[in-house]
């Protein structure tokens, strides 16, 4: 029965290594966030045959700064990294008839901007900032992975015997709230600009592994406090890249 039980904590061990191995991949795939990068919607690009952007620079003048190859879609998205010293872009379009049609410029130096821009109407402009709507719906997008991984978790401190249960349960309550409600400010964003937020992730998931071993520590007296360290990296490991699995499966990347 010893030997059953030790067999299945380094099985768990054993997965919970293999899937932290997802985090390089992750990484790379992640791309460093950069506060000059810019996104363009465009609308109505199917009869379009190319797309200029122009950026201003320190004389005030206009100059043409990165073309892009039309897609001839209904729509398109076009991406660029503006010039440090640029405060302001406009969008050119020539479509198949020859027609030239050059957008009114507009203001780029905020932080998180997204654009688009409409072929038919010639209006360049903002998107919506939904920033509020976001945070008006942060509770409901914390629900999934807040009862994937207490599930997950609950699970894994089966074959380790964590009784009450209870206690893994109420300690996740905290650390998962805690960690998606940071991950959802922007605060965090402007925080480790220049980084991936992948790299935020881990570190908040290394954190709250040392948070829950403490306090499984003061709640599990009797246990081994190897025991209880292993748990919490296994529990965490597997919580995280089983959701990242699942989540991958479920929108097939």
């Not at 719906?137 to 991984?149: D, E, K, R, S, Y």
């Not at 003061?218 to 597997?238: C, E, M, R, T």
């Amino acid at each position: 029965m010893l030997n059953t039980t030790h067999s299945r904590r380094m099985g768990l061990l054993l997965a919970a290594l293999l899937l932290l191995c997802l985090i390089p991949g992750r990484a790379r795939a992640n791309s460093a966030h950069n506060p000059y990068y810019k996104d363009v919607a465009l609308s109505d690009t199917q009869d379009v045959d190319s797309i200029a952007v122009y950026v201003d620079g320190p004389d005030g003048a206009f100059c043409l700064f990165k073309t892009f190859e039309s897609e001839h879609r209904k729509d398109q998205k076009i991406y660029f990294e503006r010039p440090k010293d640029a405060a302001r872009f406009y969008v050119e379009v020539t479509m198949a008839d020859g027609i030239v049609r050059a957008s009114e410029p507009v203001d780029c130096t905020g932080y998180d901007q997204d654009y688009k821009y409409n072929v038919k109407t010639n209006v360049l402009k903002e998107k919506a900032d939904l920033t509020l709507l976001y945070l008006l719906l942060v509770p409901l997008f914390m629900i999934a992975p807040l009862g994937f991984t207490i599930l997950v978790e609950f699970l894994v401190a089966l074959p380790f015997k964590l009784k009450p249960y209870s206690h893994v349960i109420l300690i996740n309550l905290i650390t998962n709230l805690v960690m998606n409600m940071l991950l959802s400010t922007r605060a965090l964003a402007v925080s480790i600009k220049g980084n991936s937020v992948l790299w935020a992730i881990v570190l908040l998931e290394v954190a709250v592994v040392l948070v829950e071993y403490f306090f499984y520590t003061k709640k599990y007296k009797d246990q081994p406090k190897g025991k209880l360290f292993a748990f919490s990296i296994v529990a965490n490991a597997l919580s995280w890249g089983l959701y990242e699995l699942a989540q991958r499966l479920y929108y097939g990347l």
